[in-house]
């Protein structure tokens, strides 16, 4: 099984709006990863978490904040946002960052930001 | 810098054809490189990966060939289907080993005509 869901599939807010998307597998992935996409561009990674600590934070703004509470669940929580952070949200996971890590990704959440 | 960039945008092949999507990358020290297929509104999926101590892997349908003498990939498909049709990111783990990161090439829109 090589599947990690993410809810909701689609989210749309306001800017004053705060909301969170899920993420989680259970392949026993100890790495999990949030990427952005723009339509037509590639995933451009966010944050790394590695055995459940943020190890990556690719100078994010701070109106994203990733959290970890567990080994199969990761979150990204939204506050404030802006129209230009509309884009697809994916997850991603892997066996922690060491020889070759192949990255398995979720469906991810269209975020609409009004 | 690391960049990893795809020849051409886009890619139009006859069904039953054979498809190359080329890949050039720029860090003669990456040492691992992924194949994703994008379809849309889906998250990438894994379709094959392979190592920079090998030249050659296969898989079904797919072949992945790597020339490091000139930092060049390619993904060969065969007999392509109408389901092929996509966009195909190349990727490339680039800087330390034990990150994780990877980058994504621009990728090429892959269409099948009937």
């Known amino acids: 099984d090589t599947e990690v869901t993410q809810t909701p599939k689609h989210l749309v807010m306001g800017m004053t709006n705060k909301k969170s998307l899920k993420c989680e597998q259970h392949m026993g992935h100890r790495a999990m990863y949030w990427y952005k996409q723009k339509a037509k561009k590639p995933p451009e990674l966010m944050f790394v978490?590695?055995?459940?600590?943020?190890?990556i934070n690719e100078s994010v703004p701070s109106r994203f904040s990733p959290e970890c509470p567990n080994s199969s669940l990761l979150n990204l929580h939204l506050h404030a946002l802006q129209p230009e952070d509309s884009a697809l949200y994916l997850c991603?996971?892997?066996?922690?960052?060491?020889?070759?890590?192949?990255?398995?990704f979720g469906p991810g959440t269209r975020l609409t930001v009004l | 810098g690391e960049s990893v960039g795809l020849h051409l945008p886009t890619l139009s092949v006859q069904e039953g054809d054979n498809s190359i999507i080329n890949c050039a990358y720029s860090n003669s020290a990456s040492d691992y490189f992924i194949w994703y297929k994008q379809e849309s509104g889906k998250g990438p999926q894994f379709i094959i990966d392979i190592r920079s101590n090998m030249d050659k892997r296969q898989g079904q349908r797919v072949t992945v060939l790597l020339n490091k003498t000139v930092k060049h990939l390619s993904l060969q498909i065969a007999a392509t289907q109408p389901g092929d049709s996509a966009v195909y990111f190349c990727?490339?783990?680039?800087?330390?080993?034990?990150?994780?990161?990877?980058?994504f090439g621009q990728g090429t829109t892959l269409q099948v005509k009937p």
């Open positions: 991603a996971s892997s066996h922690p960052p060491r020889g070759t890590d192949t990255q398995y």
């Open positions: 978490y590695s055995y459940e600590k943020l190890s």
């Open positions: 990727a490339e783990r680039g800087g330390s080993s034990n990150t994780g990161k990877l980058i």
